[in-house]
């Protein structure tokens, strides 16, 4: 069984800084990419940023290269985003869900007021 469980979220204000985190239950969790999504009111949801298993490749949305870093912890079963530099536009509620399977966290949500 796999569940996951964000947090971190909050209101910031624009040139803000979150860090929002991902826990993780299960022994596979070092062996499976993972993934943060987001979706924004009215919106369909969107890929952020995603992570090799081994956390040696990481890859980002256009929207969000340079702001956010993904990071990973195995030993902890953990997976970070740090956001920078918020802007009003990433508004949303931040998931984070296995690449493989349809593991979802419950989300968190991130308000960046302007």
């Known amino acids: 069984q796999v569940q996951l469980v964000e947090s971190g979220g909050g209101l910031v204000q624009t040139g803000g800084s979150l860090r929002l985190s991902c826990a993780a239950s299960g022994r596979t969790f070092s062996s499976y990419a993972m993934s943060w999504y987001r979706q924004a009111p009215g919106k369909e949801r969107e890929l952020v940023a995603s992570i090799t298993n081994t956390g040696g490749i990481t890859n980002y949305a256009d929207s969000v290269k340079g702001r956010f870093t993904i990071s990973r912890d195995n030993t902890k079963k953990t997976m970070s985003l740090q956001m920078n530099s918020l802007k009003p536009e990433d508004t949303a509620v931040y998931y984070c869900?296995?690449?493989?399977?349809?593991?979802w966290g419950q989300g968190t949500q991130v308000t960046v007021s302007s």
């Open positions: 869900k296995r690449v493989m399977g349809n593991y």
